[in-house]
């Protein structure tokens, strides 16, 4: 969410925010929500000064008793006042609401290094790693091989939970958690502290890290209950320390999140049938930091460095896009996306994405530190994906299999998996 504070300022800057974002829908109310924040200061005002009347009313009668005149006009004037600044604060209450409303719905502001675009096509390239593979014989679809090697179960997983699930067994099982623990390793050795969240979130909290569209088409609600599966462990992470001061000795605060991912998917992509790229339920090594601002462009940086190096140590080849102004999120001011090379389809998928949410998330959840010279000030956060294991698969079976219908393991898992070289027909 963005600061009141900055909106009142500067509401031209909103404004061309939203253009950068063809967000044109919300300029159309953004005066109506600035009328409204104006009213709602001048209630308070008024209760404020109301308050202060009825002190001055009370110490009035006081001193009218005391100099034994007629008190009697003073005490209804000031029994008046109670209804008045309920009246008011009541006012302001719905005012105050309204506001918010609003202030949920507009997006972050962009950084100037976003480049401007309509969708996804004008993401421009800026970084790529490796000699993309091009095969002289065809390659079989991920899903396709995993399922006659007998290490991917998807006809079942319909059977009992319907398109989108699957069974991992075996080898490939075990490679999923290889390539979590590779995911893990590197990230410690870089001072992430590892941890595991719950995988339940209530709405409150989770309104503060995602856009509100998101509980429509991706969230998964519990019946019943105030609590939705978490798509990510960036969202129960992101609100770890809400309503919080941190000391600003302990940032920058670094965390490797490990979790399973739920999600609808439902949206322009729709579900990848029969195959392991966009599916319902996934793993997923996650990087986050809570740092001061002035720290966040560098961090947002390594995040990047740290997601490219996984890929390096499996031998992926990739691309790196920074995110243009019309495809960009509703949370993030900057955002890559990594992209694995997929040779049967001769082109980049999206693996990974790198994202600086600046005071975004800890304006909406009420995160702050303390200077050292006494201020607070909102941290800012930030995500990147380290590992989504089950399009790191997908990518794994693309790059690896052999001719003769082999997955080859990748030499960096090939430690966590027992020394295993290839996943074969049993």
């Not at 509401?11 to 109506?32: A, M, V, Y």
């Not at 009347?53 to 006042?81: C, D, F, H």
């Not at 421009?124 to 991917?152: D, I, T």
């Not at 001011?333 to 998330?361: H, I």
Request: charged fraction near 35%; include cysteine; aromatic fraction near 8%.
């Amino acid at each position: 969410m963005l600061d009141i504070r900055v909106v009142r300022e500067n509401p031209q800057l909103i404004e061309s925010n939203l253009k950068k974002r063809n967000d044109f829908e919300k300029i159309k109310w953004l005066n109506d929500l600035l009328k409204k924040d104006a009213d709602f200061r001048e209630l308070l005002q008024k209760a404020e000064l109301l308050r202060q009347k009825r002190n001055q009313l009370t110490k009035e009668v006081e001193k009218l008793k005391r100099e034994k005149k007629p008190v009697k006009k003073a005490i209804e004037e000031a029994k008046k006042i109670p209804e008045l600044i309920k009246k008011a604060e009541e006012k302001a209450k719905a005012l105050k609401e309204k506001v918010d409303f609003y202030l949920l719905r507009l997006p972050n502001l962009l950084h100037e290094s976003v480049p401007l675009g309509k969708d996804e096509s004008d993401n421009p390239v800026v970084g790529s790693w490796g000699q993309p593979r091009k095969p002289s014989f065809k390659l079989k679809h991920h899903g396709m091989l995993a399922a006659e090697l007998g290490v991917a179960d998807f006809e079942r997983a319909v059977k009992i939970s319907g398109e989108g699930f699957f069974f991992l067994k075996g080898d490939l099982a075990l490679m999923d958690f290889a390539v979590q623990r590779l995911a893990i390793d590197l990230l410690r050795d870089k001072g992430f502290t590892l941890v595991q969240p719950p995988f339940l979130m209530r709405k409150e909290p989770y309104e503060g890290v995602t856009e509100l569209s998101d509980f429509e088409k991706v969230m998964y609600k519990v019946e019943g209950e105030d609590l939705y599966l978490i798509a990510t462990s960036e969202h129960p992470i992101a609100a770890m320390h809400s309503k919080e001061i941190l000391s600003e000795n302990e940032l920058p605060i670094k965390l490797a999140g490990v979790s399973s991912c739920f999600r609808r998917e439902v949206g322009k992509h729709g579900l990848d049938e029969r195959g392991l790229f966009r599916v319902h339920q996934f793993n997923k090594i996650e990087q986050f930091v809570f740092c001061r601002p002035e720290d966040s462009w560098e961090i947002h940086e390594e995040l990047l460095s740290n997601a490219e190096e996984l890929l390096k140590k499996l031998d992926i080849p990739f691309n790196v896009t920074n995110i243009c102004t019309g495809d960009i999120g509703f949370v993030a001011a900057k955002k890559y996306d990594v992209n694995g090379w997929s040779p049967r389809e001769e082109k980049f998928f999206e693996l990974m994405s790198v994202s600086n949410c600046t005071a975004y998330q800890s304006t909406r959840l009420g995160i702050k530190y303390r200077k050292k010279n006494g201020e607070k000030e909102f941290v800012h956060t930030l995500n990147a994906t380290m590992a989504a294991t089950t399009r790191l698969l997908r990518c794994i079976i693309e790059n690896y299999q052999t001719e003769q219908g082999k997955i080859i393991v990748p030499k960096a898992l090939q430690p966590y998996m027992n020394g295993l070289k290839e996943i074969k027909k049993e």
